[in-house]
């Protein structure tokens, strides 16, 4: 089994040297296996396999990381798009749009031209303050009651994870996003909330790897850490967790300990036990 998996690390490999000198735009199929020495069928299962993707969307993927490490040098959004393989700086518009709902412009200047609406409303679990812009929702959180600062602490808490965003306070705007994230009647599979994460490359692994974690059940650090293919990475991962913008939609509250303790939340372990008994009643409901 290892051997399978040292030899498909060795293709996937010879798969990135290939991509660097072909961007996603011209990869073809057949010469793209042919180069790897595999029949179109064989790469296609190779990529499954391995990361759960078609090579298309391999190549996309490759090409993503490599442009957000160009943007984050100061690279044009113009130069990125040719250095990366791109036909166009459209081409790149929509691969940001696609894997991070928002313009490269936007994700390299940590929010620069965007208009982020911000406002409260109520939740299961007090008093939630949430943004949001074209694209989705970018932070979700909740405001201490028992702080007289309370509301300003959780802005401040979010604001400054987009320093070049304009902020607008419009609760009206707000309201119909609370229903969708906190009403379970409004929920549905075909229609998910749409986020917009800003954050380092492994932070955003760790974040997309939170969603996979289904409701009502629970994964520790350690496991999290293993399915990143980082298994002595659980600190890192916990910091990571600790750091992640859309509570509730992102469900770090599903990560506990490795003896299934509640551990440390953002937002208090006591709204962390009562998140995760409200979904599990939420379950409980959908299997009657």
């Known amino acids: ?7 498909d690390y060795q293709k996937v490999q010879a798969a990135i040297a290939y991509l660097s000198k072909n961007g ?3 990869v073809d199929l057949e010469k793209f296996s042919r180069a790897l020495g595999l029949t179109e069928r064989q790469l ?63 994700w390299a200047g940590r929010g620069a031209g965007m208009v982020l609406h911000w406002g409260i409303a109520q939740s299961p679990f007090g008093i939630a303050i949430i943004f949001a812009s074209e694209y989705g929702v970018t932070g979700l959180g909740f405001v201490d009651a028992t702080e007289e600062a309370g509301e300003q602490v959780a802005f ?32 549905h599979p075909d229609r998910p909330v749409r986020i917009v994460m800003i954050g380092t490359d492994f932070e955003l692994r760790v974040w ?25 990475a659980a600190r890192a991962v916990g910091s990571a967790v600790g750091r992640n913008p859309i509570s509730f939609v992102v469900p770090c509250h599903r990560i506990v300990g490795s003896t299934g303790k509640l551990t440390g939340y953002h ?8 998140i995760l008994g409200w979904e599990t009643g939420q379950k409980s409901k959908q299997q009657i």
């Not at 993707?53 to 040719?82: E, I």
């Open 1 to 7: 089994m290892n051997q399978h998996i040292n030899t």
């Open 24 to 26: 996603p735009d011209t």
């Open 44 to 106: 296609v299962a190779l990529f499954s396999r391995w990361c759960g993707l078609t090579p298309k969307s391999f190549a996309q993927a490759v090409a993503l990381d490599h442009a957000k490490s160009l943007l984050a040098d100061n690279a044009s959004v113009l130069d990125t798009s040719f250095e990366v393989g791109l036909s166009s700086t459209s081409r790149l518009h929509d691969l940001f749009v696609t894997y991070h709902s928002m313009p490269p412009g936007a």
């Open 156 to 187: 401040e808490d979010f604001a400054n994870r987009w320093p070049a965003a304009k902020f607008l306070r419009d609760d009206k705007f707000i309201k119909p996003l609370a229903s969708g994230i906190f009403q379970p009647d409004l929920w």
């Open 208 to 232: 997309e790897t939170l969603l996979k974690v289904p409701l009502g059940a629970a994964e520790t650090y350690g496991n999290l850490a293993k399915h990143l293919g980082k298994p002595k």
């Open 267 to 274: 937002w208090g372990v006591a709204r962390k036990r009562a």
